[in-house]
């Protein structure tokens, strides 16, 4: 009899109910961490279209000096990088322009993280025009009109005439 006591006594491994709460416990677990690192993800997608932004523009400039475009008129804007085209781009029934033409020679021109082209555009900046780099982002649709103030844009320089 005593034997039989110290058998039932010494049981080992969870109950059923005990097991349930355990892969409830797990499976919350789990989705706390697909959510949070979702929009981790997103952001980080932000950040590298906006780092991305900035060193374009900057070899935007410098593919445009080498090529002596000063002004507006001899850019032929919109131009689009390589990636699908974005909705609401208007480029009055023609092709819009490629991109990399006004890069530098063997520059390296990326499609954004959401696969899109990357797209020089004009818009307004202090009431005059400027033109402005423009991701479109997740949604994949184009700003109405680029200012300083948009998402995801940025501002590209003229090279000054000399």
């Known amino acids: 009899m005593l034997s039989e006591r110290m058998k039932s006594s010494c049981r080992s491994g969870l109950t059923r109910s005990e097991a349930l709460w355990v892969v409830v416990l797990i499976s919350g ?6 959510s949070t690192l979702r929009s981790e993800v997103e952001r980080g997608n932000r950040r590298m279209a906006e780092d991305m932004l900035s060193h374009l523009a900057g070899q935007l400039y410098l593919g445009m000096e080498a090529r002596d475009l000063h002004n507006f008129e001899s850019l032929d804007l919109p131009r689009i990088g390589p990636g699908n085209v974005p ?6 029934g023609r092709p819009p322009q490629a991109l990399q033409d006004l890069m530098p ?3 390296y021109l990326p499609d954004d993280p959401w696969g899109y082209g990357y797209v020089l555009v004009e818009g307004l900046a202090d009431d005059r025009k400027a033109m402005f780099l423009v991701s479109v982002g997740p949604e994949g649709k184009m700003p109405a009109a680029p200012t300083l103030h948009s998402e995801l844009c940025h501002r590209v320089y003229l090279p000054p005439a000399e």
Request: negative net charge; charged residues 20%.
């Open 29 to 34: 677990i789990v989705l706390l961490i697909v």
């Open 87 to 92: 909705e609401r781009l208007q480029v009055d």
């Open 105 to 107: 020679i063997n520059s």
